[in-house]
């Protein structure tokens, strides 16, 4: 896209947020519970580095929008289920209080994103 630069260190902190979010789930204990939140903690915080790529990569402003936001309901729904981990003690709750800032500032930093390439 002509005035959209992708932005490296956004990219390597997705990604390094994505690991660590890998690292905390795979040490859950055994459960129904800890299977089902796992997987979808796992699928929306790696789902928030793999669509800011796509949108670095994007064919068009609308297609860079439209993949900043999946980004932001990636950011939102990690956000959601760190909270369930928190609340139900899954995982080591140090570990999630550590990690469940992060995607609320990759929430605002999407939401910014996103509102900028929209021209408000």
């Known amino acids: 896209m002509e005035n959209s630069k992708p932005k490296p260190e956004l990219e390597a902190r997705t990604l390094e947020f994505a690991v660590m979010i890998i690292r905390f789930v795979s040490a859950f204990q055994k459960s129904d519970a800890a299977l089902t939140v796992g997987r979808q903690l796992l699928r929306s915080a790696t789902?928030?580095?793999?669509?800011?790529?796509?949108?670095?990569?994007?064919?068009?402003r609308e297609d860079f929008i439209h993949k900043t936001a999946i980004a932001q309901k990636g950011a939102a729904e990690t956000d959601y289920c760190l909270e369930i981990c928190l609340r139900t003690e899954l995982g080591q709750s140090t570990q999630?209080?550590?990690?469940?800032?992060?995607?609320?500032?990759?929430?605002?930093?999407?939401t910014t994103i996103n509102r900028k390439a929209k021209g408000r």
């Open 47 to 60: 789902s928030i580095g793999a669509n800011y790529r796509e949108a670095n990569r994007a064919e068009s």
């Open 96 to 110: 999630a209080n550590a990690l469940s800032n992060e995607p609320r500032e990759l929430l605002a930093i999407f």
